[in-house]
């Protein structure tokens, strides 16, 4: 099972997702309240090793901001919500597709990328909200394509998540924070649920 721990923003929450065995670390240059320069951003790639991926997540990105990530950051993955620029962005795509909690797909075709992203929308939340989707509607997008599992997942209930929807992978933000910072404890204990969940 994939695992992302995104919305980083201190040493200490990479520090402790490299060590819980993520796969991937993901940081926020969207609007959010988990926002993080490329120059913060940057002194997190020394503590993530190569086998672990950095994850830019970006909202309607132009070539140039992914262009500075790549030369400033070093992210080697994009996960974009919103349109994308034309020509060749040159890292392997996430793209986010929104659900609700109704047990119905998005209207139109499904984005291209190498892997689908299945996030909740709240208000002006692109995602990290803590609400979850439906699962009946997640795992239909799962059966069709590589997805990753978002919205409103915990220690407490990632494994019964997986089970029902049955996705490439997981992500998770606001469900290992503690008063709205990420807790080592909570990280630690998000991985070991999820890959446990794989066996």
Not at 8 to 19: F, I, K, L, P, S
Not at 118 to 147: I, T
Not at 181 to 198: M, S, T, W
Request: aromatic letters at 4%; one cysteine or more; glycine letters at 14%.
């Amino acid at each position: 099972m994939w695992v992302k721990v995104c919305g980083c923003r201190t040493a200490e929450g990479v520090e402790a997702a490299v060590a819980a065995g993520a796969d991937a670390v993901g940081v926020i240059f969207a609007e959010s309240r988990r926002r993080v320069t490329p120059e913060l951003a940057a002194t997190f790639r020394a503590m993530v090793p190569s086998s672990v991926a950095l994850v830019g997540v970006v909202h309607r990105p132009t070539i140039g901001e992914i262009r500075e990530l790549r030369a400033v950051v070093g992210i080697d993955m994009l996960q974009v919500s919103g349109r994308l620029p034309a020509g060749r962005l040159g890292l392997p795509l996430m793209r986010t597709v929104y659900l609700g909690a109704e047990d119905r797909l998005p209207p139109g075709r499904l984005p291209r990328g190498e892997l689908l992203h299945l996030d909740r929308r709240h208000g002006g939340f692109l995602g990290g909200s803590g609400l979850g989707v439906s699962r009946l509607a997640a795992r239909r997008l799962a059966e069709r394509r590589a997805a990753v599992l978002a919205g409103g997942l915990s220690p407490e209930n990632v494994a019964e998540a997986i089970s029902l929807v049955r996705p490439y992978g997981v992500d998770v933000a606001s469900g290992v924070e503690v008063g709205g910072n990420q807790d080592p404890g909570r990280i630690f204990a998000f991985v070991r649920k999820a890959k446990g969940a794989e066996r």
